[in-house]
């Protein structure tokens, strides 16, 4: 059983940062692919974005509206995954979820285990 304990969110101004944390409960971490989703009350849970587990060579899956602005990070130090949104827009708001699965996906049922959800505001 792996448990996610999201940190970080907040309300921003757009144009600004910030860094939302995923960590979790079991050492073997690493080796899960870890996903990021959003979900507003207008819209069903999205994917954001995706990092491979520490097996073999690392890739990484961006929703085209993110490339280039959000990155996912891990480090095993601190059992930990990291979604860093640099040149946040009024439509990035939203909750956001982390999630661990064995495969790494853009289908959100490919994920078993989920974070509480972090709220991200963008004011224009």
């Known amino acids: 059983q792996v448990q996610l304990v999201q940190s970080g969110g907040g309300l921003v101004q757009a144009g600004e940062s910030l860094r939302l944390s995923c960590a979790a409960s079991?050492?073997?971490?690493?080796?899960?692919?870890v996903g990021w989703f959003r979900q507003t009350p207008e819209k069903d849970r999205e994917f954001v974005g995706a990092?491979?587990?520490?097996?073999?060579?690392?890739?990484?899956m961006y929703e085209d509206s993110v490339q280039g602005r959000f990155t996912i990070s891990r480090d095993s130090a601190t059992n930990s995954v990291y979604l860093q949104m640099n040149s946040l827009k009024p439509e990035d708001t939203a909750v956001y979820y982390c999630?661990?699965?064995?495969?790494?996906?853009?289908?959100?049922?490919?994920?078993?285990?989920w974070g509480q959800g972090t709220q991200v505001a963008v004011s224009s």
């Open positions: 990092i491979s587990g520490n097996v073999g060579s690392t890739y990484w």
């Open positions: 079991m050492p073997t971490f690493g080796v899960y692919a």
């Open positions: 999630a661990a699965g064995s495969k790494t996906s853009r289908w959100r049922y490919d994920y078993n285990w």
